[in-house]
């Protein structure tokens, strides 16, 4: 515990205070070393299976539970790509976007995004709603709101985005709902799209945590953060360099991946190391969280990096390798590489990459909802023994996201567990 002794007035009174913030600022220091140092360490620490800490057993009845990405899905929100607007062209935009779209984000900032091809993403959403009821799955939508709202804080302005992600925002850990404090001023209201659902599984007894909201103040972020290439971002990337600052707590839930009571997490633009420090403090000790890298050189969200299929399974992307892979490797996990994803360079990725195809969801072990278009992980996963759900959400993945990312499972039908034996 720190015990400051604070005095009053004159000089004296400014001494404490400087002695408070030198204090702290080598207490943030420490820590924030402390959790990038483990990336190396977990490599070398052999996982062990841990006895089960009982806190609170979840209710039978409570709607919300959910402790890993393959047990069967029961209920899933799906995000909505009605009215989705362009977000301003600022700099932690610039920072996760790829150059050859900025022109995109310079002339359409603020505005919605190409109306054809916003009408083809929601007639995507809407069959992709309907095949998860046809395979059993309870399907619930934020609400639909007017993005184009310019609001104003006493640290920035800006118009809203979408709520087209919901694994962006929301992360369930058990029977818990944990709001994201994510760092891009467009979203900065996005949970209000969210909050009639979770008001209503909390008043049918799941728990409900929202993160610290940033200021999202000048001071998150590296102003003059230097991007102009591939090769910028990988060496600003390997120096453990993001546009996102440690001056707040921020951290998007698309950067976990759940595993039973181990979840993994990266550094990215738009994930902190205070945000993952919050996130180790207030899910201890039933979970840990893992620090884990990736040789990518924009790293964001990690589910089209490093997706976690099921008990000892992992797709792990050959273009952004894992650091600690090892760690995977000696607790007796599989390790697959997906194909190279077979969409074509001319359609349009606004913000995201290729490797969508791996961004998927599992119905259970034993069934994924995958891409129609991309023929090769569909046999990949055939050869695993997986059936495919064939979906097309092509126009869709031009707003930022897959299968994993379009939604965010409320309720599976398992139990906590480890999985590192």
């Given at each position: 515990?720190?015990?400051?002794?604070?005095?009053?007035?004159g000089?004296r009174?400014?001494e404490?205070?400087?002695?408070?913030?030198?204090?702290?600022?080598?207490?943030?220091?420490?820590?924030?070393?402390?959790?990038?140092?483990?990336?190396?360490?977990?490599?070398?620490?052999?996982?062990r299976?841990?006895?089960?800490?009982?806190?609170?057993?979840?209710?039978?009845d409570?709607p919300?539970?959910?402790?890993?990405?393959w047990d069967?899905?029961?209920?899933?929100?799906?995000?909505?790509?009605?009215?989705?607007?362009?977000?301003?062209?600022?700099?932690?935009?610039?920072?996760?976007?790829?150059?050859?779209?900025?022109?995109?984000?310079?002339?359409?900032?603020?505005?919605?995004?190409?109306?054809?091809?916003?009408?083809?993403?929601?007639?995507?959403?809407?069959?992709?709603?309907?095949?998860?009821?046809?395979?059993?799955?309870?399907?619930?939508?934020?609400?639909?709101?007017?993005?184009?709202?310019?609001?104003?804080?006493?640290?920035?302005?800006?118009?809203?985005?979408?709520?087209?992600?919901?694994?962006?925002?929301?992360?369930?850990?058990?029977?818990?709902?944990?709001?994201?404090?994510?760092?891009?001023?467009a979203r900065?209201?996005?949970y209000?799209?969210?909050?009639?659902?979770?008001?209503?599984?909390?008043?049918?007894?799941?728990?409900?945590?929202?993160a610290?909201?940033?200021?999202?103040?000048?001071?998150?972020?590296?102003?003059?953060?230097?991007?102009?290439?591939?090769?910028?971002?990988?060496?600003l990337?390997?120096?453990?360099?993001?546009?996102?600052?440690e001056?707040?707590?921020?951290?998007?839930?698309a950067?976990?991946?759940?595993a039973?009571?181990?979840?993994?997490?990266q550094?990215?633009?738009?994930?902190n190391?205070m945000?993952?420090?919050?996130?180790?403090?207030?899910?201890?000790?039933?979970?840990?969280v893992?620090?884990?890298?990736?040789?990518?050189?924009?790293?964001?969200?990690i589910?089209?990096?490093?997706?976690?299929?099921?008990?000892?399974l992992v797709l792990?992307?050959?273009?952004?390798?894992?650091?600690?892979?090892?760690?995977?490797?000696?607790?007796?996990?599989?390790?697959?590489?997906?194909?190279?994803?077979?969409?074509?360079?001319?359609?349009?990725?606004?913000?995201?990459?290729?490797?969508?195809?791996?961004?998927?969801?599992?119905?259970?072990?034993?069934?994924?909802?995958?891409?129609?278009?991309?023929?090769?992980?569909?046999?990949?996963f055939?050869?695993?023994?997986?059936?495919?759900?064939?979906?097309?959400?092509?126009?869709?993945?031009?707003?930022?996201?897959?299968?994993?990312?379009?939604?965010?499972?409320?309720?599976?039908?398992?139990?906590?567990q480890?999985?590192?034996?």
């Amino acid at each position: 515990m720190l015990r400051v002794r604070c005095l009053r007035g004159g000089s004296r009174g400014a001494e404490a205070a400087h002695l408070i913030g030198a204090m702290i600022g080598r207490a943030v220091s420490q820590w924030a070393k402390k959790a990038f140092q483990s990336t190396s360490s977990a490599a070398a620490v052999h996982p062990r299976a841990v006895e089960p800490i009982v806190t609170e057993p979840v209710s039978e009845d409570c709607p919300v539970c959910s402790y890993n990405e393959w047990d069967p899905l029961e209920e899933v929100i799906v995000g909505r790509a009605e009215n989705a607007r362009v977000p301003p062209f600022t700099v932690e935009v610039k920072a996760n976007t790829y150059e050859k779209y900025w022109p995109f984000y310079q002339q359409y900032g603020g505005q919605t995004f190409p109306k054809d091809h916003l009408t083809k993403a929601i007639t995507e959403i809407e069959e992709m709603c309907n095949i998860l009821r046809h395979e059993g799955v309870i399907v619930r939508r934020p609400e639909p709101i007017d993005w184009s709202a310019e609001y104003k804080t006493p640290d920035f302005t800006s118009t809203g985005m979408y709520a087209a992600m919901p694994r962006d925002i929301l992360l369930v850990v058990g029977n818990e709902i944990i709001e994201a404090p994510m760092a891009w001023r467009a979203r900065f209201f996005e949970y209000r799209a969210y909050r009639p659902l979770i008001k209503e599984y909390f008043s049918r007894g799941a728990k409900w945590t929202t993160a610290p909201k940033p200021t999202m103040s000048d001071q998150l972020y590296d102003q003059d953060y230097p991007i102009h290439s591939v090769e910028d971002r990988h060496k600003l990337a390997a120096e453990g360099k993001f546009v996102t600052t440690e001056y707040e707590p921020c951290f998007d839930a698309a950067d976990f991946i759940r595993a039973g009571r181990d979840l993994f997490v990266q550094r990215s633009q738009v994930t902190n190391f205070m945000g993952i420090e919050w996130m180790r403090r207030h899910l201890a000790p039933t979970y840990k969280v893992h620090i884990i890298s990736f040789k990518d050189p924009n790293p964001m969200h990690i589910d089209a990096t490093f997706n976690i299929i099921g008990p000892g399974l992992v797709l792990s992307n050959p273009d952004r390798p894992c650091r600690q892979i090892q760690m995977f490797k000696k607790a007796g996990w599989r390790v697959v590489q997906p194909p190279t994803p077979l969409i074509p360079d001319d359609h349009p990725l606004w913000m995201s990459s290729k490797w969508l195809s791996m961004n998927v969801l599992m119905l259970d072990e034993k069934r994924v909802m995958v891409d129609a278009n991309e023929t090769t992980i569909q046999k990949m996963f055939e050869n695993l023994g997986i059936k495919t759900i064939k979906v097309n959400i092509r126009h869709a993945n031009s707003l930022g996201g897959g299968f994993h990312c379009w939604t965010t499972d409320v309720r599976r039908r398992g139990s906590l567990q480890s999985y590192f034996q």
